[in-house]
């Protein structure tokens, strides 16, 4: 397919897994994928078990925990028996809890595992899980959402950022054995959503001020990227590809 073709046709009959589907870029991935013909299988903590395979332009709900081995397990197995491959994989799932760079006091041992459980540790999980199945995919590829935080250094907290930028170096290892697999990596910086508990106005005009665009970038924005990178962007592996209006530079 040409880049052109790509664009309208990618995603028809395409299986795509959505993990984090249920949040603010998950659902604008998901449902942008939908809109374009895929079949979409939304996964996070919160989602109930649909009983059946989505049809093309159709969604389903698998539960699953990116901190739990065995949960990741049990959504592969599921995802196996209903498509026996997946074509297009986004992570968009994260967490994170706001902490001033400069209190390392407050960085507590907690915070940081979770942040690393949920945003390096719980990505290997879930690609050690879905290996099998991107194998057997048609033109497979990764998309999984990261943060301007992890080259800027300025996130909702340190852990975060290193959290993210640890996912930036492991999509360079894993573009470079695991291909023809791609890994593309989708970095954002901050969006006006719940994401981060306690962001208010003040916050959100700091960071259109540093943003040379002059504005936030939007769930939907970045689910554009997330698809161009999984469908048209078809020679580009182990890259991360900033969302950000140039809020890195
Ligand atoms: N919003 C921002 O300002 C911003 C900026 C830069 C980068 N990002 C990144 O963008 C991604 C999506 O963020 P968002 O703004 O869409 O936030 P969001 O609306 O809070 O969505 C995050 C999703 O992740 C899921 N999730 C969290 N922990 C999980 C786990 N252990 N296992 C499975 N699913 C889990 C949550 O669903 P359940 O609770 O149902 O599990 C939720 O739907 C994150 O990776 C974040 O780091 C966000």
Redo the contacts with the bound molecule.
């Keep these: 397919m040409n880049p052109v073709e790509s664009l309208r046709h990618g995603f028809d009959g395409a299986v795509v897994l959505v993990?984090?589907?249920?949040?603010?870029?998950?659902?604008a991935v998901a449902r942008q994928a939908a809109e374009l013909g895929a079949r979409v299988v939304v996964?996070?903590?919160?989602?109930t078990k649909s009983g059946v395979a989505p049809v093309p332009g159709g969604t389903a709900e698998l539960p699953?925990?990116?901190?739990?081995s065995d949960?990741v397990k049990r959504m592969c197995e599921q995802l196996s028996a209903w498509f026996g491959r997946i074509d297009v994989a986004v992570?968009?799932?994260?967490?994170?809890k706001s902490v001033p760079a400069g209190n390392l006091g407050l960085l507590s041992d907690d915070v940081v595992h979770e942040v690393f459980?949920?945003?390096a540790i719980?990505p290997v999980r879930l690609i050690r899980g879905l290996l099998p199945l991107l194998r057997d995919g048609s033109d497979p590829v990764v998309v999984?959402?990261?943060?301007?935080?992890a080259r800027t250094g300025q996130?909702?907290n340190t852990a975060?950022s290193g959290s993210?930028a640890a996912l930036d170096a492991m999509v360079i290892a894993w573009a470079k054995s695991l291909a023809p697999i791609r890994f593309v990596n989708v970095?954002?910086?901050?969006?006006?959503?719940?994401?981060?508990p306690g962001?208010g106005p003040d916050f959100y005009e700091r960071t259109v001020a540093a943003t040379p665009m002059g504005r936030l970038a939007t769930?939907e924005e970045?689910a554009a990227a997330v698809l161009v990178a999984a469908r048209c962007l078809t020679m580009t592996t182990g890259v991360v590809i900033a969302v950000d209006g140039g809020r890195h530079l």
Excluded: C, H, M, W
Aim: charged share 20%; aromatic share 4%; net charge negative.
């Design positions: 993990v984090g589907g249920r949040g603010d870029i998950g659902s996964a996070s903590r919160g989602a699953v925990d990116l901190t739990d949960s992570n968009a799932a994260g967490a994170t459980e949920s945003n719980g999984q959402v990261s943060s301007v935080a996130g909702s975060y993210k970095a954002p910086s901050a969006l006006e959503n719940d994401f981060v962001r769930p970045v």
